[in-house]
């Protein structure tokens, strides 16, 4: 196995053979990226499969076993989702702000690669698959470490992507994946700053913390949603309990789900019955407040639970979910402020100067209007994929798609002029 040094020198000279590469021939790369997924789908769901079991005997979780899973639609969605990356506009070498000055010199900029971007990331396998692409249409390298869960899987996965780009006119170190679980050689990697530019933590909070740090380059270190949604006294009441639904059940096990509810106090009589029975089906359970205890009341059908404190801290990535009645959008917005994470928050309502107010106040990298949470996301929101959803406000907030992993160079044009 090669040094994460080794990983790092070798990172930095394809990034530049990368970088001068055409566009044509890095989305030739991700289309037969795309078909080799779909065509080593045998391979694959066999590696899958050790990382199951083995998770399995460990005790993992459901959450994190559906993270972990890898099935044919899976993969054909991974496969789909490459090939929309590849018909995005190729960022690189994009002209940005371009002007005239009064001298008459022409100054703007131009869109090029990061450089190198690391990336440390825990259970999902499709990680692997979506960084790699978005890394190889926007002209940056990349060095991957999954989680020890998922070893098995990502190598399968790298290895495909690897094999297809060593084909083509293109550096075969554009992507690399350390070799090795050994947990020490995240800290090693994390001290690469001569040739890693950006590092990305794709995880729980022990993660995220740990890069902010210990790393020794810009990394991104948000990224955890403890999300709410805020069903305001002039919601349409199906509405809420659609979109409730939706953010919490669709899948709960990731970042975007919703973890509380908040229920203006003149709507909760008649909004949280129908809103606990058809959580109830899905088997939610309900971390209640008092109020919404007493409306509630104690049912057999339903998972009551009193809510503690420290649950309107948590991201709780599984189907349980706190429910707070407020007397006001005040109310709700000071929750938000004071227990959300900055990454997605959601109003239900009808009244306009209440949402406009709402998506001005509430500080997150994505405020949805009388829409799920769950659309936080690169795909849908238009970039094909995403590096990860970033709560940082400096370099990038919210998805971070093609352009959020690019930064830019000045480009000034003369014709022997000289300052005065």
């Not at 949604?229 to 659609?242: F, G, N, P, R, S």
């Not at 709507?267 to 919404?292: F, N, Q, S």
């Not at 209007?369 to 919210?398: C, P, W, Y």
Request: proline share 3%; net charge negative.
């Amino acid at each position: 196995m090669k040094t994460m040094e080794d990983l790092g020198r070798a990172a930095k000279l394809a990034s530049r053979k990368l970088a001068a590469s055409s566009g044509v021939n890095r989305n030739l790369a991700i289309e037969e990226i795309a078909k080799a997924l779909i065509d080593s789908e045998t391979e694959i769901i066999s590696e899958n499969s050790k990382d199951i079991v083995k998770g399995k005997e460990k005790g993992l979780s459901e959450a994190m076993l559906d993270r972990l899973t890898i099935t044919t639609e899976s993969l054909r969605s991974m496969s789909s989702d490459a090939l929309k990356v590849a018909n995005l506009d190729d960022p690189v070498g994009e002209m940005i702000e371009m002007k005239t000055m009064p001298n008459g010199l022409q100054v703007g900029r131009k869109r090029v690669p990061l450089g190198v971007i690391g990336v440390i990331y825990e259970s999902r396998p499709n990680v692997t698959v979506d960084i790699s692409i978005l890394c190889l249409k926007s002209g940056n390298s990349v060095i991957l470490r999954g989680g020890s869960e998922a070893f098995y899987s990502n190598q399968v996965l790298a290895k495909v992507i690897r094999n297809v780009i060593s084909k083509l006119d293109l550096p075969k170190d554009s992507v690399q994946i350390v070799q090795s679980a050994d947990r020490s050689l995240v800290s090693e990697m994390l001290k690469l700053d001569q040739y890693i530019d950006l590092m990305v933590p794709r995880g729980g909070q022990d993660l995220v913390n740990m890069v902010g740090n210990e790393s020794t380059m810009p990394s991104i270190t948000g990224g955890i949603g403890v999300c709410h949604t805020y069903v305001d006294e002039q919601a349409c009441l199906d509405m809420a309990v659609k979109i409730v639904r939706n953010a919490k059940v669709q899948r709960p096990s990731v970042c975007n789900a919703l973890d509380t509810v908040l229920v203006h106090s003149s709507l909760a009589p008649d909004y949280l019955p129908r809103m606990a029975e058809i959580l109830a089906v899905d088997g939610v359970e309900l971390r209640c407040d008092t109020k919404a205890l007493s409306l509630l009341g104690p049912r057999e059908d339903i998972k009551l639970v009193p809510v503690n404190e420290e649950d309107w801290d948590t991201e709780h990535l599984s189907l349980v979910a706190g429910v707070k009645v407020v007397d006001s959008v005040d109310e709700a917005i000071n929750h938000i402020e004071n227990h959300g994470t900055g990454h997605s928050e959601a109003i239900i309502t009808n009244n306009y100067s209440t949402a406009d107010r709402f998506v001005r106040e509430v500080d997150a990298s994505a405020v949805m209007v009388n829409a799920s949470t769950r659309f936080n996301d690169g795909g849908q929101l238009g970039l094909g994929a995403e590096v990860a959803i970033s709560t940082n406000k400096m370099h990038a907030r919210g998805p971070m798609g093609l352009k959020e992993i690019t930064s830019y160079k000045w480009v000034v044009l003369g014709n022997g002029h000289i300052r005065k």
